[in-house]
């Protein structure tokens, strides 16, 4: 009964630094998405796909980019850490939209950027 | 651009009160608003409202959706230590969701 599994929990990186971030779903959802959640400012989509070799900018793309080679993952990438980075990283899915689908969310990559 | 406004952003309430939590939105393509509760870690679903489903009701926790007046409001009667945690309403339109900032909700014994 996994969920959304998000991997690693907590990651400590240097300015410059790359590395990627996984999320991988078992509930066979068709959408993905990747948010970042910084104090104050609640949960800001960063980018999101609709579907197996699909993905598109949110909120706040800049800095990130994505890939969707398989239905059940989704993995964000920092080519080039920098602190304006330092952050919660959550993963979510759903499994369509229409109306509007409940997002089911992952524990979230604490991620800090020196 | 879509925005989405919560109030209060904190709350300190004694065990047994009645809270009122706020949600105001403005959106171009208004699909449904979702209540989240968020603990330690991941959020968890709560409700969904859309246009055919305005008023939902779990246990001590209820919400409904003004459509016109574009808000939504969610209650929690007879509060619990359990239920210290931050709320967060979201909008959906078209494909995606926008959060609000959440309100920080603790309730003491």
């Known amino acids: 009964n996994a969920g959304v599994t998000q991997t690693p929990k907590f990651r400590v990186l240097k300015t410059g630094q790359s590395m990627t971030l996984l999320c991988a779903q078992d509930?066979?959802?068709?959408?993905m998405y990747w948010y970042r959640q910084d104090p104050g400012m609640g949960l800001r989509l960063i980018h999101y796909?609709?579907?197996?070799?699909?993905?598109a900018k949110g909120e706040v793309p800049d800095g990130y980019n994505v890939s969707r080679l398989k239905k059940q993952n989704f993995l964000l990438g920092l080519e080039s850490a920098a602190p304006s980075q330092t952050s919660v990283y959550f993963c979510?899915?759903?499994?369509?939209?229409?109306?509007?689908?409940?997002?089911?969310f992952g524990d979230g990559t604490r991620l800090s950027i020196l | 651009e879509d925005k989405v406004v919560q109030s209060p952003l904190s709350l300190v309430v004694h065990e047994g009160d009645t809270v009122t939590l706020n949600c105001s939105y403005e959106?171009?393509?208004?699909?449904?608003l979702l209540w989240y509760k968020q603990e330690k870690k991941a959020p968890t679903f709560l409700f969904m409202l859309?246009?055919?489903?305005i008023e939902k009701k779990s246990g001590r926790l209820s919400s409904i959706l003004d459509k016109k007046e574009l808000f939504s409001i969610l209650n929690i009667t007879a509060t619990q230590t359990g239920d210290s945690a931050i709320y967060l309403c979201a909008e959906f339109s078209g494909s995606r969701l926008t959060f609000g900032e959440g309100t920080q909700l603790t309730v003491n014994p």
């Open positions: 509930m066979n959802h068709e959408y």
């Open positions: 959106v171009t393509n208004f699909r449904s």
């Open positions: 859309t246009s055919s489903g």
């Open positions: 979510a899915s759903s499994r369509g939209t229409g109306g509007g689908q409940p997002q089911h």
């Open positions: 796909s609709v579907g197996e070799g699909t993905t």
